[in-house]
């Protein structure tokens, strides 16, 4: 049971470059969320999808999209990446509507814009 | 809307000494409340939830927290740290209405273990 897994684990883009952070999950779960850590600022959402098919906007979702491609994988794309977008970004998955609203993290990936 | 603030970004307390990580939460709805760990490197794993049920609340790795409803609180503590606990640790709350399935975060605490 791998949990969450998210690549690549490290990535240094030049400015206006594009990439995908991929992300899957092995527990079966309806909900998926990504999040990026800045440091003193906590977890900021990004974009989430409830359940398949479904995505929506976070706190923080300008210059980013995103994919629920099937129950397992939710990808997030950066099309012209910013230094602002320098960060660690995680995906997280839960099941909340069994009433559990604990969400399980990936390990990570850890981004540089220059 | 929901929000969380932590007291201290960071705190530092000698190995066997009481640890205390401070959080107060908004809600408009009875909360659940969620304490979070992350070690170096890693991502955030659950430590403890509260989700109206006992007000103290145990955890992994020997912490707890208290739920207090009259002072919008749910501290984390432990009676003897470990070097092993130094990490960053983050309060959490479930939102709400069409928030429902979202979690709401704090700025972190990060915990140093002096030796």
């Known amino acids: 049971n791998a949990g969450v897994t998210q690549t690549p684990k490290f990535q240094v883009l030049k400015t206006g470059q594009s990439m995908t952070l991929q992300c899957a999950q092995d527990?079966?779960?309806?909900?998926m969320y990504w999040y990026r850590q800045d440091p003193g600022m906590g977890l900021r959402l990004i974009y989430y999808?409830?359940?398949?098919?479904?995505?929506d906007k976070g706190e923080v979702p300008n210059g980013y999209n995103v994919s629920r491609l099937n129950k397992r994988e939710f990808s997030l794309r950066l099309e012209s990446a910013a230094p602002s977008q320098t960060s660690v970004y995680f995906c997280?998955?839960?099941?909340?509507?069994?009433?559990?609203?604990?969400?399980?993290f990936g390990p990570g990936t850890r981004l540089t814009v220059l | 809307a929901q929000s969380v603030t932590q007291l201290g970004s960071h705190v530092s307390v000698s190995e066997g000494a009481l640890v205390l990580l401070r959080c107060n939460y908004s809600?408009?709805?009875?909360?659940?409340l969620f304490w979070y760990v992350q070690y170096p490197n890693q991502g955030l794993q659950l430590l403890l939830k509260?989700?109206?049920?006992?007000?103290l609340v145990k955890g992994i790795n020997g912490f707890e927290a208290e739920f207090k409803k009259s002072e919008t609180s749910f501290h984390l503590t432990k009676p003897s740290a470990h070097m092993s606990d130094a990490a960053e640790y983050f309060c959490?709350?479930?939102?709400?209405?069409?928030?429902?399935?979202?979690?709401?975060f704090g700025p972190g605490t990060s915990l140093s273990v002096i030796p």
């Open positions: 997280a998955s839960s099941q909340y509507r069994t009433g559990n609203h604990e969400q399980f």
């Open positions: 527990m079966n779960h309806n909900s």
């Open positions: 999808s409830a359940s398949e098919g479904t995505t």
């Open positions: 809600s408009s709805v009875p909360p659940y």
């Open positions: 509260y989700t109206s049920a006992a007000t």
């Open positions: 959490a709350v479930r939102g709400s209405g069409t928030s429902y399935d979202k979690v709401i």
